[in-house]
């Protein structure tokens, strides 16, 4: 059984750094393409970050500059290093997996979320 755990989140002020870790379970890692997600209430989801099967990585323009998406293929698990965090950027945020080879960039899996808030 696939399953994504995000874990990191918590209340930091402003100008703070948080980093979100997703481990990833029952996955053939090297066949998945990862990426974070965030939702604020009253907003819709939007991309954060994602990394592909070559290592290229994507950022929102919110946060390029700001956050760093990376992942250790040793232990199956994805990171989103978060600096200079702003009120903005409180959400919920979300890790999820779609395969990299499929040929339709649909991310299909899911994690339960880590919650992200930033007081000024």
């Known amino acids: 059984q696939v399953q994504l755990v995000e874990s990191g989140g918590g209340s930091v002020q402003a100008g703070g750094s948080l980093r979100l870790s997703c481990a990833a379970y029952?996955?053939?890692?090297?066949?998945?393409?990862m990426g974070w997600f965030r939702q604020a209430p009253g907003k819709e989801r939007e991309g954060v970050a994602a990394?592909?099967?070559?290592?290229?990585?994507s950022y929102a323009d919110s946060v390029k500059g700001r956050f760093t998406i990376s992942q250790d293929n040793a232990r199956n698990t994805l990171y989103l290093q978060m600096n200079s965090l702003k009120p903005e950027d409180t959400a919920m945020y979300y890790c999820?997996?779609?395969?990299?080879?499929?040929?339709?960039?649909?991310?299909?899996?899911w994690g339960q979320g880590t919650q992200v808030t930033v007081s000024s």
């Open positions: 990394i592909d099967s070559d290592g290229g990585t």
């Open positions: 029952g996955y053939t890692w090297s066949r998945f393409c």
């Open positions: 999820a997996a779609r395969d990299c080879y499929s040929g339709v960039y649909v991310y299909n899996d």
